[in-house]
């Protein structure tokens, strides 16, 4: 944990006790909270955070961006409180104020860009073709067509607040998850959103790819300046898919040039991969260390309510393509049901039933899915998440999905709860924290001791029992 010295701390009273038995729990429950949120999320939000004082019952902390203060607020908040609190028995709340400071500590000068570089700006860009070394944006995957949920929510609201203002608050802004996610998707988003906004402003979108292959193609032709101002001269730089330079030894220099270049200049860079920074291996650890820096985000697996979504939203697009089409509700459930390996998939999976329906001229139905996505369906089938598992429970005992994960106690929502954690353990891989992570932020514990009230009772009370196995067999097929 990176502690730094914020100037309001020495007016602190290092002996008074009642302080320092504060800040001790705060860092405690900072371990807490990142054993609970696992450390790469954690260290998106805390690793900036700084004990400001405490006093009239109130905590202030301090963190470097609005954006982190807003969403730290709006995520942790009451977590952070509840931790707390139970230490701390005074505590009444917890105040995050916005504090520049940057990693070294020292008050961080916020450079407004709009007059930046003003002039050297202006005589490179009549050399510059910024679309031949930039890939074409596609006009289609725009912040409008993207569906926002639980899975995707930070990075999108990372991808919104870049193309917001035009001071840098993170840099860089480092996005990564699974294949189809939705990562390219957001690139060009920015870049569309960015390019609307401030026409002037230059966005350069390429892959990693074809960024080496540049960087190649100047190194053969011995125009490496012209290659190096190209990309040093832009505002905002964005690289999809960079785990592809790895192992590549002189692109990763030459990016990490540009890079640092660009950083330091205070101009945008927003960078994707399949994995974390710290997982990107054969990239240099400085360069692994520094893509760390800024606002890291990541996108998990969609959920049932995103797929669902992102299949409404596509098919609301192929109905204004073809009016003829009926594509039944229904049958968007069950595609969002059997489906959920990514979202290309998902997307490509719509596409092939309604080609069919055309071809074999018949209406678009279950059944028809089923026999056109035989692999696909095969595939994905059998695996519980503890998504479902929660729907299916709070359905069956007609309770709000939100009462389910709050912190209520009481029995007609206790019990439900404790079966869908059991039933989250005996049908998923999932492990005890991280099924606790999933109700709310439980602790293991808990889901322990609800694994455990199951199975007594499933022996002692045959009502139970009965729910418990109806419950299981519908959740198995
Ligand atoms: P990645 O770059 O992460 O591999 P893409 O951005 O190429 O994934 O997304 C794959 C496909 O899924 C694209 O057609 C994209 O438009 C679509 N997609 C992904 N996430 C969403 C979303 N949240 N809403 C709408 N479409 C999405
Ligand atoms: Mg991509």
């Not at 350069?204 to 960024?211: G, H, N, R, T």
């Not at 520094?290 to 309510?305: F, K, M, N, Q, T």
């Amino acid at each position: 944990m990176l502690f730094l010295i914020y100037e309001g701390y020495s007016v602190l009273d290092e002996n008074n006790f009642q302080l320092k038995k504060i800040k001790e729990e705060w860092e405690r429950s900072l371990s807490i909270l990142r054993a609970e949120i696992g450390e790469a999320t954690f260290k998106s939000w805390f690793k900036n955070i700084q004990f400001g004082q405490y006093s009239d019952n109130i905590l202030i902390l301090n963190v470097p961006t609005r954006f982190m203060r807003d969403w730290i607020e709006s995520h942790y908040l009451e977590r952070i409180l509840a931790i707390l609190s139970k230490e701390v028995s005074d505590i009444k709340s917890i105040t995050i104020e916005v504090a520049s400071l940057d990693l070294t500590g020292k008050q961080e000068i916020q450079k407004q860009q709009d007059n930046k570089v003003g002039v050297s700006m202006k005589v490179s860009e009549s050399l510059l073709d910024h679309n031949s070394i930039g890939a074409p944006l596609d006009e289609r995957l725009s912040f409008e067509n993207f569906v926002v949920g639980p899975s995707n929510e930070l990075a999108y609201a990372a991808a919104r607040r870049i193309t917001e203002r035009r001071n840098v608050s993170f840099n860089p802004l480092f996005l990564y998850g699974g294949v189809g996610l939705g990562k390219t998707h957001l690139l060009h988003a920015m870049a569309l959103e960015i390019n609307k906004n401030w026409p002037e402003r230059k966005v350069l979108y390429l892959s990693a790819e074809k960024f080496m292959y540049q960087f190649i193609k100047a190194l053969r032709f011995k125009d490496t300046m012209a290659f190096k101002q190209q990309f040093r001269s832009v505002d905002v730089l964005m690289i999809d898919d960079i785990q592809f330079i790895a192992g590549k030894d002189s692109t990763q220099e030459e990016f990490f040039h540009t890079f640092n270049t660009l950083i330091d200049h205070n101009h945008q860079v927003i960078i994707s991969a399949d994995r974390s920074p710290v997982d990107l291996d054969g990239i240099e650890e400085r360069i692994r260390s520094r893509l760390g820096w800024g606002l890291v985000a990541d996108i998990h697996p969609s959920d049932y309510e995103l797929r669902l979504g992102v299949l409404q939203s596509k098919a609301e697009s192929h109905l204004l393509e073809n009016s003829d089409l009926t594509i039944p509700d229904n049958l968007l459930e069950f595609l969002a049901q059997r489906i959920d390996s990514n979202i290309r998939v998902l997307e490509g999976a719509l596409n092939r039933v309604i080609a069919y329906s055309s071809f074999a001229n018949r209406p678009l139905s279950i059944d028809m899915a089923k026999e056109v996505l035989k692999d696909l369906i095969r595939a994905s089938q059998r695996k519980t998440t503890i998504d479902d598992i929660q729907r299916k429970v709070a359905d069956y005992y007609n309770l709000r999905l939100s009462d389910l994960l709050s912190a209520r106690r009481s029995r007609t929502i206790a019990r439900p709860r404790q079966i869908a954690m059991y039933l989250s353990k005996i049908l998923t891989t999932r492990s005890l924290p991280e099924i606790g992570r999933k109700f709310g932020g439980r602790d293991h514990t808990t889901v322990i001791h609800a694994v455990k009230k199951i199975e007594d009772l499933r022996v002692g009370d045959v009502a139970i029992d009965e729910e418990v196995e109806v419950l299981r067999r519908s959740l198995e097929n």
